[in-house]
């Protein structure tokens, strides 16, 4: 975690000075018909002489320092995963807090009976954040099959159906659980 932030941190100091100092080799003033380097009038500039070994370098850092770095970031968030890993985070912190809200305000509903089964319900306010957490994570998990299937309504309903959390009469309940707490309204 320290690894991550001070990589972050660096890199956000580090990362423009170095985009501009290789921009620079590009960027040229003309001089009475003769083009230099903004940067250092001794030189001439890079864009006009091709074959110029500045040149080269210009094109080659351009390559990997402002365009490399981003990709190598894209790169690393698509192997490990992190949107996955940012929507499922986000699927079970809205379940955990859709039970426990509806835990405090329903008696009968389906919520009282899910967050019952999760074994909640009447215990103190420290005990029961602690028990929601690693129930909500277990719960999460068997209702998603692991988090390979989006948890939606209808998935909610089978799966409670099948602890005998629910009857058929209940969709309405699930339904209106999740449609208050839709967050991207899809």
Excluded at 17 to 36: L, P, S
Excluded at 82 to 96: D, G, S
Aim: with cysteine.
């Amino acid at each position: 975690n320290s690894f991550c932030f001070s990589s972050t941190f660096w890199l956000f100091l580090a990362y423009p000075t170095a985009c501009m100092v290789v921009m620079a080799t590009f960027r040229c003033q003309d001089v009475e018909g003769v083009w230099y380097l903004s940067s250092d009038f001794r030189e001439p500039c890079s864009w006009a002489h091709p074959q110029s070994p500045l040149f080269i370098l210009g094109v080659a850092s351009t390559i990997a320092i402002p365009l490399g770095v981003p990709a190598l970031m894209l790169w690393a968030l698509w192997l490990w995963r992190v949107p996955a890993m940012a929507r499922e985070k986000q699927n079970k912190a809205v379940l955990e807090r859709m039970v426990w809200l509806h835990s405090l305000s329903a008696e009968k509903s389906l919520t009282s009976k899910i967050a019952a089964y999760m074994g909640v319900l009447g215990r103190g306010a420290s005990s029961k954040a602690a028990v929601l957490r690693e129930r909500a994570e277990q719960f999460y998990q068997d209702a998603t099959q692991g988090g390979d299937t989006p948890l939606t309504a209808q998935r909610l309903l089978e799966y409670c159906h099948s602890l005998g959390l629910v009857g058929v009469h209940e969709s309405d309940d699930t339904k209106a659980l999740f449609i208050t707490f839709d967050l991207d309204k899809d």
